[in-house]
T-cell receptor, first 113, second 109 residues
Framework: KAGVTQTPRYLIKTRGQQVTLSCSPISGHRSVSWYQQTPGQGLQFLFEYFSETQRNKGNFPGRFSGRQFSNSRSEMNVSTLELGDSALYLC????????????FGQGTRLTVV | GEDVEQSLFLSVREGDSSVINCTYTDSSSTYLYWYKQEPGAGLQLLTYIFSNMDMKQDQRLTVLLNKKDKHLSLRIADTQTGDSAIYFCAEAIYNDMRFGAGTRLTVKP
């Protein structure tokens, strides 16, 4: 069974641009959560999607958005990138909502220059 | 308070046991987790414990939960150099998941 797949693994963008990251959950998993990991702030929850609906949202500005498709794949989008958005973005999938057992992808490392 | 706290660093000798500690503040946690993160990689789920259990053992890993003190620990027996990584504890509270800052475990030969 394939694990959680995130693409791309690495990305370099300039300030003001936007970026879309993709996450394919484990087959059969319907819940996808996104996290931002930075050295200063640690792991912070962005949002959770289940059955194409956002169920929970962390404390991030509206520039951060996401969506989930009918096949459970999820994308997150960051618009008007800032230097401080440089981070490792991790996606986690679980069978059901509520993260009872979440499996993480390897992450997308985003660098904003 | 809503913080999950861990000490930042731990150094042990190969073959010794490692004990990584974590404290949390929300008594309504349903599950508590330990994740391992190696350089450049995502988080790997090591083990988890349901909040009504006080111990779980899985090969070299032993998780102890003291719900009264809100204290969680991960013991790694016979620690190997391949165990060097950052270990995160996390608590699940309904639809939310909160992580500690991670403990960097260094295993010296």
């Amino acid at each position: 069974k394939a694990g959680v797949t995130q693409t791309p693994r690495y990305l370099i963008k300039t300030r003001g641009q936007q970026v879309t990251l993709s996450c394919s959950p484990i087959s059969g998993h319907r819940s996808v959560s996104w996290y931002q990991q930075t050295p200063g702030q640690g792991l912070q929850f962005l949002f959770e999607y289940f059955s194409e609906t956002q169920r929970n949202k962390g404390n991030f500005p509206g520039r951060f958005s996401g969506r989930q498709f009918s096949n459970s794949r999820s994308e997150m989008n960051v618009s008007t990138l800032e230097l401080g958005d440089s981070a490792l973005y991790l996606c986690a999938s679980s069978l059901a909502a509520g993260n009872t057992e979440a499996f993480f992808g390897q992450g997308t490392r985003l660098t904003v220059v | 308070g809503e913080d999950v706290e861990q000490s930042l660093f731990l150094s042990v000798r190969e073959g010794d046991s490692s004990v990584i500690n974590c404290t949390y503040t929300d008594s309504s946690s349903t599950y508590l987790y330990w994740y391992k993160q190696e350089p450049g990689a995502g988080l790997q789920l090591l083990t988890y414990i349901f909040s009504n259990m006080d111990m779980k053992q899985d090969q070299r890993l032993t998780v102890l939960l003291n719900k009264k003190d809100k204290h969680l620990s991960l013991r790694i027996a016979d620690t190997q150099t391949g165990d060097s990584a950052i270990y995160f504890c996390a608590e699940a509270i309904y639809n939310d998941m909160r992580f500690g800052a991670g403990t960097r475990l260094t295993v010296k030969p």
